[in-house]
């Protein structure tokens, strides 16, 4: 009993609960859902199929995990995602030439240089954001929708209104290639996780993200200086939105100004909620955050293959979103307790009287 | 007593938030037209005896009658509807509206369905003559002083027809000219029939307005008086208990030859001319090394705002500040604490303790920060570090990982105290550090201060409490309306002197 | 006294300047530019706009925020247009849709105050909430073509040689409404003093939490009659209308002088904002060479641009009154 409790305080523990649970769902519901094939080396399945789809949703997490920590809140992403796929794929692109008669595609600019700017675009998008926020004192809702409407119009400058398809190769590799059989975009997740990581418990970064979202007043007393951690999340939440438009048009070989990374932000703050962090700011945990990713995706893949209409996703997620932030809600959760309470009352008296 | 004048009675009123007794057994009577003084320590249980006759809180135990009838206010409306008004120490009003709006919001004359706000103006300003006031009634309120903000409150408080009227402190912030027209205005209230309760820290005040007082003291109700019977001195005995003898003989001792010592003590931190706009005029200040230095003045006199500006955390915008005798930049909290400069805010809750965090990592932060986000300090030494204080400070939390929220008010001051002591300041400023905690832990504070001033620590010590403060500091700047208007050491380190330094006189 | 109305009406009489610096600018620039029937244009295309954005103003002055406003448009036009195309009566629809609209608003409403969440993630989920049921009516576009609709759609009111729409005529009444609300009765007070000072606000005795679901209430209702004229003026609907409306609406009544921080707010000051917005997307249409996107880019820059004078202000404020 005791080992149970101590367990189901480890914040990770719900999320993994819910993922277990979808799993279970998904064993006894979908066929062939757990089935892998490999293919050409590579292997092949729903499961794949999460992992490879979910990965631009988790690096999302990441950053939003330490946003959300500080108290604030990135709507912003999705914009910043249609921005990066824009201009990574109006630089990459690739030009039809040929060569010995043989046609073959080529980069406007090198590839790795590409890719740099790319993310240097989303880091200074990041910062914008943080600027507003922690220099200006705006409200992070406010300074974020600003970037989150005006930024598919960025976007849609960039691209000058059309989609742009690529024709480049090797681009590719990060959203559509394997290693060792298994999609490499994980692997990019999976490295962006561990640099994140030795980032937050190696260093007294992650002691002060959370003390900031605590207590801001305190902090700034104690020698914080909190517009700097605030300047540094947003930062870090546009690269890793940067980071995930290069894996989405790299999987969907395109970069579509309106729809790339449509309403993902509620995913990846829903993400974030099914994590366990407070949505207040806090205490969090960004592990848990990217098995909240994992369930989300999980949810989504196994609403479209039982064959529920996918329309009904987003609102079931925004009902989700809700119930989660409800439970965090003390007054809700007093209100139950006083519910119980007296239904406790009701039931000692029942006895009495009996 | 003519007990047919009996206004309000409150009986056993008892009132606990989770564990923490508040009010145990109190009573309290008011009479028709009298002034009726409300005095405890910080943490005695006035605001929350208030608050449960105002509806702010819900009564756990006791009665209250109103006019022989038995009433439980649940809110702040229901409280002013059957006549009990207050006026809040921080003038509880809306400075976006107007002052006339400030009267009757919530009740505004209305005329075919619609504010009328020509009448509203004219019995604003009726409402406002009154009390001797003539402003144009129409502005936001934000456009006048506090005084007139607090005159608006009075005006709200007795248009609703209000038998009862409470004023929480409301002297702190006005100067003694505003103090004298509110004392009139009280006494012309209470020829009315009104009765006033009036919690305030001045005892001069409450000699020169009160007729009785009721003392609490930790919660519990010490006794109710006439003003003729309680000298100023018993009141004070009666405020602080028992303790107060063993207080003074327990501490006091070795700052009598602190006279001749100042000359020969090393200077730690000079200001010269430091100020800053609106907050603080400039100002010139030495701090020995191992001495305890007092800010005394009222809330709003200063004395925050001038430890801010040592702390960096205020810019200054005049002046310099010389550590050791070399001149200094601190603009930010983060520069005082790499000079070996210690800060302990004045409200716990909003700028001391980070509630979600556990006692070790509050303890903490502050080295960290000064040793810089690259230099993590290792799991293992943070628990050591963290063990080590909670035994030193005797914390008492059954571990270092609890979250701070979950701790008793004294333990997390003393959380943070050890957040400072562990950053080896050479200058504590402590901006009351005893406020709302037991009285054991208050002596705790208090002889540690000695303590690490003895050690060559130099202190800053600001505090309400002038017996406190007479009881740690060797040395006293006094401060009035944001300028330092005295130092007193020696023979001058008396309750008289002090007083009237602060109000003004001679 | 002067001095200071002055001062308090600085920021609007800046949007008026700017609104008239715009309409001469584009005068002087584009023939057929300075027109009355321009002029009135710009409220028919925005009438809409202008709708909600009041109720946005509404829930701004109490300190909170709703950005789902644009998802609600969307869901009450995509509902309507599924509605009349299954041959409901057009009078029944536009009262379920008002009565929708307001329920919407209470349930984000009783959150927020009840179970003190924060209005952000409230209206958030919201907003994907509509959106998501714009979706389950249907994703692709439903034209309206109800008699009915058609008919107001349509509809002229003359005003000296130019004209108006009819759902001009509502957005109207909503803000001379709204002025009345907040300036002459009681609840428009309570919210005024709300945004000033909540705490104070409870103190003094005033009912804030209904206050506050009741703002958000109107909000929806807002939203909804916005949604209305919205399918009055496009005769559509569809799953992606009105993406991003929350941010014009939100800087209409920020362009207008109303505070972020609640307490201050004047629907007149909307109305300037919401007409400024019209003036700028009418000078990029008269441009001709220019995407439509650059709309939304400057609406975004010029909000942020109002925000940094309202900081200026407050700051300056703030120092006078110490």
């Keep these: ?354 | 007593m003519k007990s047919e004048n009996t206004l309000l009675t409150m009986k056993n009123i008892c009132k606990y938030f989770t564990g923490v007794k508040a009010l145990v057994n109190v009573d309290f009577t008011l009479r028709e037209g009298e002034i009726h003084a409300l005095m405890g320590e910080n943490g005695a249980g006035k605001s929350t005896l208030i608050k449960v006759l105002t509806g702010v809180e819900k009564l756990d135990e006791g009665e209250i009658h109103l006019l022989g009838q038995h009433v439980l206010p649940k809110s702040t409306h229901e409280a002013q509807s059957i006549g009990i008004s207050t006026v809040y120490q921080e003038v509880n009003l809306c400075s976006n509206l107007s002052v006339a709006e400030n009267i009757f919001i919530g009740r505004e004359p209305m005329k075919f369905g619609r504010i009328d706000w020509k009448t509203m103006h004219k019995r604003a300003r009726t409402a406002l003559e009154k009390l001797n006031v003539d402003i144009d009634v129409s502005q936001t309120l934000d456009s006048y002083s506090v005084a007139i903000q607090q005159m608006v409150a009075i005006a709200r408080a007795v248009d609703v027809d209000a038998k009862v009227l409470i004023l929480d402190e409301p002297t702190s912030s006005l100067d003694e000219k505003e103090v004298e027209k509110l004392f009139e205005i009280m006494t012309k209230l209470k020829n009315e029939g009104i009765g006033i309760v009036f919690v305030t820290h001045f005892l001069d005040q409450v000699y020169a307005v009160c007729d009785r007082i009721t003392v609490l003291r930790n919660g519990e109700f010490v006794g109710e008086y006439e003003i003729k019977d309680l000298p100023k001195v018993k009141l004070v005995a009666k405020m602080i208990g028992k303790d107060y003898e063993e207080l003074n003989a327990s501490i006091k001792g070795s700052d009598s030859q602190d006279d001749e010592a100042h000359s020969n003590k090393e200077v730690f931190l000079e200001a010269k001319q430091l100020g800053k706009k609106n907050e603080i005029e400039p100002y010139d200040v030495i701090v020995y090394k191992g001495e305890v230095l007092g800010l005394a003045g009222l809330l709003g006199s200063g004395r925050t705002e001038m430890a801010k500006l040592l702390f960096g955390a205020e810019k200054p915008d005049t002046g310099e500040l010389c550590l050791e005798g070399s001149k200094k930049n601190i603009i930010t909290p983060l520069q005082a604490i790499k000079n070996e400069i210690a800060y302990c805010p004045e409200n716990r809750k909003i700028d001391g303790i980070i509630p979600d965090l556990s006692v070790r990592e509050n303890i903490i932060l502050a080295l960290q920060s000064k040793r810089g986000w690259m230099k993590y300090i290792k799991r293992s030494e943070q628990e050591k570090i963290a063990n080590d204080y909670i035994k030193l400070l005797s914390i008492k939390t059954s571990s270092a990982e609890k979250m701070v929220k979950e701790l008793s008010g004294g333990n997390q001051q003393k959380v943070i105290l050890a957040r400072w002591l562990l950053t080896q300041p050479k200058l504590l400023i402590l901006d009351e550090p005893t406020r709302g905690i037991d009285i054991g832990t208050k002596t705790e504070i208090q002889r540690l201060v000695i303590e690490l001033a003895n050690k060559g620590m130099s202190v800053i010590f600001i505090s309400s409490e002038l017996d406190e403060m007479l009881r740690t500091c060797s040395r006293m700047v006094v401060l009035r309306d944001r300028v330092k208007i005295a130092e007193l050491t020696g023979d001058k380190l008396e309750t008289n002197v002090i007083m009237n330094t602060i109000a003004g006189g001679n | 006294m002067k001095t200071n109305l002055q001062t308090k009406f600085i920021p609007i009489l800046i949007t008026f300047l700017l609104l008239i610096g715009l309409f001469a600018f584009g005068s002087f620039k584009y023939t057929g530019f300075f027109s009355l029937q321009n002029f009135l244009n710009l409220l028919i295309d925005n009438a809409f706009l202008l709708i909600t954005a009041v109720g946005m103003t509404f829930v701004l002055i109490t300190g909170g925020i709703d950005i789902s406003i644009g998802a609600v448009i969307a869901f009450v036009c995509m509902l309507s247009a599924d509605l009349l195309q299954k041959g409901w009566n057009a009078a029944v629809v536009m009262v379920l849709m008002l009565v929708i609209g307001c329920a919407f608003g209470t349930g984000m409403g009783i959150l927020i105050t009840k179970f003190k969440m924060q209005p952000f993630i409230v209206t958030l989920a919201g907003m994907f909430l509509a959106r998501g049921l714009c979706y389950v009516v249907s994703i692709d576009t439903i034209i309206i073509d109800n008699p009915v609709y058609v008919a107001i759609s349509q509809s002229r009111v003359p005003i000296g040689s130019g004209f108006i729409s009819w759902s001009v005529v509502i957005a109207l009444v909503v803000l001379a409404a709204a002025y009345y609300i907040l300036h002459f009765s009681k609840f428009g007070r309570t919210v005024y003093a709300i945004g000033g000072n909540e705490q104070s606000a409870r103190l003094m005795g005033l009912p804030v939490d209904s206050t506050k679901i009741l703002v958000y209430t109107l909000n929806g209702f807002c939203s909804a009659l916005a949604g209305l004229v919205f399918s009055f003026y496009m005769l559509s609907g569809y799953g992606l209308h009105t993406v991003g409306l929350e941010m014009d609406a939100i800087a209409a009544a920020v362009i207008g002088g109303t505070l972020l921080t609640g307490g201050v707010g004047y629907v007149i000051g909307t109305l300037l904002g919401v007409l400024t917005q019209g003036a700028i997307q009418t000078l990029i249409m008269f441009e001709g060479t220019l995407s439509s996107w650059w709309t939304k880019i400057v609406v975004a820059a010029l909000l942020c641009l109002f925000i940094l004078i309202q900081r200026v202000f407050t700051l300056v404020k703030a120092k006078k009154a110490r």
């Excluded at chain 1, 190696?202 to 104690?222: D, M, P």
């Design chain 1, 1 to 354: 009993m005791e080992g149970i409790k101590k367990l189901t305080k480890h914040q990770i523990f719900w999320p993994i609960t819910a993922l277990i649970l979808v799993m279970l769902f998904n064993l006894f519901f979908t066929p062939g859902f757990f089935k892998l094939e490999v293919k050409d080396g590579h292997l092949f399945g729903s499961i794949i199929d999460i992992i490879n789809r979910g990965s631009p949703l988790m690096l999302l997490s990441i950053g939003l995990t330490l946003v959300i920590a500080t108290g604030g809140t990135d709507i912003s992403v999705g914009s910043v995602i249609a921005i990066s796929a824009a201009v990574a794929a109006s630089l990459v692109g690739g030009q039809m030439i040929f060569v010995d008669g043989v046609q073959e595609y080529v980069t406007l600019v090198p590839m790795p240089l590409a890719i740099l700017v790319t993310l240097v675009v989303a880091v200074l998008l990041g910062m914008w954001n943080g600027t507003l926020i922690a220099k200006l004192g705006i409200q992070p809702i406010i300074a974020t929708m600003i970037l989150m409407v005006a930024g598919r119009g960025i976007a849609q400058l960039i691209t000058e209104g059309q989609i742009i398809t690529i024709y480049y190769k090797p681009y590719f590799f990060f959203g559509g290639g394997y290693l060792l059989g298994l999609p490499f975009a994980i692997f990019i997740v999976g490295i962006v996780l561990l640099i994140i990581m030795l980032f937050i418990k190696k260093t007294a970064i992650g002691l002060f993200i959370q003390a900031s979202g605590c207590n801001a007043s305190a902090s700034k007393y104690a020698g914080i200086h909190v517009d700097r951690i605030k300047l540094i999340v947003y930062t870090i939440s546009g690269l890793c939105a940067g980071i995930a438009g290069v894996l989405i048009s790299s999987n969907i070989k395109s970069a579509d100004a309106n729809n790339a990374g449509l309403f993902i932000e509620l995913d990846a703050i829903l993400a974030v909620a099914m994590g366990g962090n407070s949505m207040t700011g806090g205490k969090f945990s960004i592990p848990a955050s990217i098995v909240g990713a994992l369930v989300i995706q999980s949810i989504t893949t196994t609403i479209y293959s039982i064959g529920v209409p996918p329309e009904i996703t987003l609102v079931v997620k925004a009902i989700v979103v809700i119930i989660i932030c409800l439970l965090q809600s003390e007054d809700f959760r007093k209100m139950f307790t006083t519910m119980s309470h007296l239904q406790r009352g009701n039931n000692i008296e029942n006895k009495l009287t009996n």
